[in-house]
């Protein structure tokens, strides 16, 4: 298995531009977590998709920042317009959920590192 | 809420000792599981163990072993005769539940492990 793709691998953009990271998830996988880390605020979840519904986005951070799964192999998370604030590693994660049995441990992707400037 | 705290920022060891990493979390949860993860130079995230909040049993995998006690909510990771390749950022974390949303993940600051020889 290729484990979680994630493109691109490095972003740097200019404050007020759009960016948009993309992520694949472990085939057979039917949960996506995306995660934002900084040297400020640690490894934070910003949003949990289940079988491509989102499923908690409190925390994510504000109305600039939108996440979507249109289906069961791609997300993308949308920064627009960006602001050099928004300069952090982005991990993508995926798991399975089975219903009424625990869910499997979450495999990350390599991250995508986002500079705004 | 839940937190996670990882009082040792960094730690510097020479090759071939023991060291162990630290990990206290809150919680008012009865079900959860905890994590440890590695980040290595290369930035990505390493799963290395998840142990669930009724299974207090120690573990150990190699060189590693972890400590779970639910009385001072702690699970400590050790790690015996390290090595250079050990060097990396340790994360602990800590989920909701068992099922639904079990790799919504509260992480640590994380511990800087440095292993010279």
């Known amino acids: 298995d290729a484990g979680v793709i994630q493109s691109p691998r490095h972003e740097v953009t200019e404050m007020g531009q759009e960016v948009t990271l993309r992520c694949k998830p472990i085939s057979g996988h039917n949960s996506l977590f995306w995660y934002r880390q900084t040297m400020m605020r640690g490894l934070e979840l910003l949003i949990y998709?289940?079988?491509?519904?989102?499923?908690?986005d409190s925390g994510m951070p504000e109305d600039r920042f939108s996440a979507k799964m249109p289906n069961a192999s791609f997300s993308t998370l949308k920064i627009q317009p960006s602001e050099p604030r928004d300069s952090a590693v982005y991990f993508c994660?995926?798991?399975?959920?089975?219903?009424?049995?625990?869910?499997?441990?979450?495999?990350f992707g390599q991250g995508t590192r986002l500079t705004v400037v | 809420a839940q937190k996670v705290t990882q009082a040792q920022t960094e730690i510097s060891v020479v090759e071939k000792e023991d060291v162990t990493l630290d990990c206290v979390y809150e919680?008012?949860?009865?079900?959860?599981?905890l994590f440890w993860y590695k980040q290595p130079p290369s930035g990505e995230l390493v799963f290395l163990i998840r142990?669930?909040?009724?299974?207090?049993q120690n573990e150990i995998s190699g060189r590693y072993s972890w400590n779970f006690q639910k009385s001072t909510s702690s699970f400590n990771f050790t790690i015996t005769a390290s090595q250079v390749v050990d060097s990396a950022v340790y994360f602990c974390a800590l989920s909701r539940g068992l099922t639904g949303g079990g790799n919504k993940l509260t992480f640590g600051t994380g511990t800087q492990l440095k292993v010279e020889l």
């Open positions: 994660a995926s798991s399975f959920e089975g219903y009424g049995f625990p869910d499997t441990e979450a495999f």
């Open positions: 142990r669930n909040s009724f299974d207090e």
């Open positions: 998709f289940n079988n491509n519904v989102p499923i908690d």
């Open positions: 919680t008012r949860d009865t079900t959860y599981y």
